[in-house]
């Protein structure tokens, strides 16, 4: 059988996770091979996720998933129906939905394009509240974005946001993960290096103070320092460190985990330093960090999973501890590489040994103040 590329995919997906940046295919005689064009919902990922199948632990454990995307895209779709069937089994509450390039509006002014996306979720949201899909309530929180290079013109674009979702909007997420050509062949012409370091991005920036919105701080391990820094000029301003900074195992950083890890735990550490940063545990299975589960004949276990990366999940909840971690999603991203049971039953398993004040805080309780969530 011959190895059939994905790139189309890939392209779609964009720089939400740029595991979509690298081109990747199926294996030779996978056994469950996607047909050109296959998405996370298609019956042949389903099929392939289908060869690792595991009883969800602990299903009455309440779980706040606070990173997860919607989209509804040419022959791609991931919508509530998708969300709801992935989480059947755990006990997942609430959820919180971050921007991802979804449902811009076609026409007016160019900037206030993302505010779309705010209004399409919240209409998602008020779908999930009816209980018509049952207990979860999906996109109790919502993350939507803004160009905060705007500086000061940011503002009613902040404002558009807010009105778009007076319950539910919480924070902004302006994408800072720049990687070299060799990780991130489609990197955006208008993304500069060290976004997060530019007067007038942090002019903008400056405007979340006055709106009481949090920061998602999505950046790949390269530019962690910069995330600090940016903490440390606005420590009034909560940030949410995303993907445990994306430690990159493709491209010039391939058969480099030993380094990545030695360069990647001491910027951990002075991230971690920032009373105003907690951190996102999880959102390390996508393609940039060439782990490659998409190219086996079966996805990993839950054991699997946990043996790859409980060093980097344990260090994070060590240097932040657990009042500032919550375990995340990242799906329909992460579900390249593995199911949603999967991926929760390995968080399960990694905290066995913490107390249960503890275990509560990161699958639950974290994400809960973080973002200010409705007990449900």
Known sequence: MTRIARR????????????????????????????PGST????????????????????????????HHLWDRPNDRYMLEELVADARGHNVRQTVF???????????????????????????????????YGEMRACAGIVGTADLRLGDRVAPVLEAQQ???PQRFRGIRHRAAWGDKTVVPSQPADLPNHILLDPTFR?????????????????????????????????????????????????????????????????????????????????IQMIVNGYGW??????????????????WYLHAIEQFGPNRCMFESNFPVDKLSCSYTVLWNQFKKLTRGFSADERKAMFHDTAMRTYRLPSH
């Open 294 to 311: 998409h190219e086996r004949k079966r996805p990993p276990t839950s054991d699997e999973l946990l043996e790859t990366n409980r060093k």
């Open 8 to 35: 189309t995919f890939f392209d779609r997906l964009g720089t939400v996770a740029i595991g979509a940046a690298a081109v990747s295919s199926w294996p030779r005689g996978a056994a469950a091979q996607p047909a």
């Open 203 to 283: 002019k903008g920036y400056a405007h979340l103070r006055r709106y009481g919105m949090s920061f998602e701080g999505w950046v790949y391990h390269t530019h962690i320092a910069d995330l600090t820094d940016l903490a440390r000029a606005f420590p009034d301003i909560p940030i949410v460190f995303n993907h445990l900074g994306g430690p990159i195992g493709i491209g010039s950083f391939a058969g480099k985990k030993d380094e990545v890890f030695a360069s990647w735990k001491p910027a951990i550490v002075a991230l971690a330093k920032c009373p105003n940063v907690v951190a996102k545990v999880g959102g």
């Open 40 to 67: 996370q919902s298609s019956p042949a990922m389903r099929a392939w996720l289908d060869l690792t199948k595991e009883e969800p632990l602990e299903p009455a454990l309440p779980i706040i998933d606070p990173h």
């Open 163 to 165: 009105a778009a979702s």
């Open 98 to 132: 971050v921007e991802c390039t979804s449902m811009y509006r076609a026409d007016g002014p160019e900037e206030f394009k993302v505010v779309g996306e705010t209004e399409y979720v919240q209409g998602i949201a008020a779908m999930s509240a009816s209980g018509r």
